[in-house]
Nanobody
Framework: QVHLVESGGGEVQTGGSLTLSCAAS????????ITWFRQAPGKQREGVAS?????????YYADYARGRFTISQEYGQNTAFLRMESLKPEDTAMYYC?????????????????WGQGTQVTVSS
C-alpha cells in the first residue's frame, strides 16, 4: 500500500516562494503519476502539476501554474517537489499530493485513490 507524506506548506506574502514535498513510500513496480492538487474553501479540487516517475519524467501543469510552479522528482526516489514562486493570494488553498498509474487526464482527481493528508498554503496580500 502506497503511503504519502507531504510537507512544506506555510504562510508567505504575495510574491514569495514555497517548496512542497511529497514522499511516496510502499510503491514497487512501474512508473506512477505523482500529482499535486489544491482546494480552496468553497471550490472544487483542481490539479496543479504532475510528474511521471520513470522514463523521461514527463511533467504536466495547469495553465495558472505554468511558468510559476515547477514540479520535480528526487533522483531515484518517489519523492516529488513542487516549487511555487511569485505566489498570489489566489494560490491560497490546501495542497494535496496523490498518486495514480494511468490518470486520463492527469488533472482529474477521480483517477487518484491514494492521497496525502494535505498541507496548507496561505498567501497574504
Amino acid at each position: 500500500q502506497v503511503h504519502l507524506v507531504e510537507s512544506g506548506g506555510g504562510e508567505v506574502q504575495t510574491g514569495g516562494s514555497l517548496t512542497l514535498s511529497c514522499a511516496a513510500s510502499g510503491h514497487s513496480g512501474g512508473g506512477i503519476f505523482i500529482t499535486w492538487f489544491r482546494q480552496a474553501p468553497g471550490k472544487q479540487r483542481e490539479g496543479v502539476a504532475s510528474i511521471y516517475t520513470t522514463g523521461g519524467r514527463s511533467t504536466y501543469y495547469a495553465d495558472y501554474a505554468r511558468g510559476r510552479f515547477t514540479i520535480s522528482q528526487e533522483y531515484g526516489q518517489n519523492t516529488a517537489f513542487l516549487r511555487m514562486e511569485s505566489l498570489k493570494p489566489e494560490d491560497t488553498a490546501m495542497y494535496y499530493c496523490a498518486v495514480a498509474t494511468d490518470p486520463r487526464p492527469w488533472s482529474n482527481p477521480v483517477y487518484y485513490q491514494i492521497w496525502g493528508q494535505g498541507t496548507q498554503v496561505t498567501v497574504s496580500s
